[in-house]
């Protein structure tokens, strides 16, 4: 596997981001049907998480490999890596870069039942800071916070 690089999200990134959110959260939750949700999710990524958060891309050989978003409040509303790619430090790099972004500390909603996630976060330095529902989905997650 090449070495992968980060870089700032770009407008002709949207395709190969959109899909791979796609692609990553189907891998995670196949019980749910994510095209359906389509639509939305690039509504969503338009409106509201590329004018208001600052977005970093990996990727490995031109192709996206992950990315995540944090806005100005320091907020991690997405963290995702190609399936191919978990085990890997993309993960990790993106989490560094976010927290290099927002140095105060970061916050994070992730689902409950996604523990594989949850011991990421730990390992990465991630406290738990109580339970919520997302407020999209309705699902119980975990509040996680991270402070320098």
């Known amino acids: 596997m090449s070495a992968l690089h980060l ?23 196949p019980q749910i049907d994510f095209a359906a949700r389509l639509d939305w ?3 969503r990524w338009r409106k509201d998480l590329v004018p208001k958060a600052s977005i970093v891309v990996a990727e490995a050989d031109g192709v996206l490999t992950g990315f995540v978003t944090i806005d100005g409040e ?3 509303d997405q963290l995702v890596v190609d399936p191919a790619h ?9 989490v560094d870069e976010a927290k290099r972004l927002s140095p105060s500390g970061v916050t994070l909603l992730v689902n409950k ?4 996630a949850i011991r990421f976060y730990e390992r990465n330095g ?12 309705g699902r119980p997650v975990l509040k996680m916070t991270w402070r320098a």
């Open 113 to 116: 039942d996604n523990a594989r």
């Open 74 to 76: 320091g907020y991690l």
């Open 41 to 43: 999710w690039r509504e």
């Open 7 to 29: 870089r700032p999200y770009r407008p002709e990134d949207e395709a190969a981001a959109i899909d791979l959110w796609h692609r990553t959260w189907q891998q995670a939750y």
């Open 86 to 94: 978990w085990g890997s430090d993309a993960a990790r790099l993106l």
């Open 126 to 137: 991630f406290a738990h800071a109580g339970d919520d529902l997302n407020p999209t989905s």
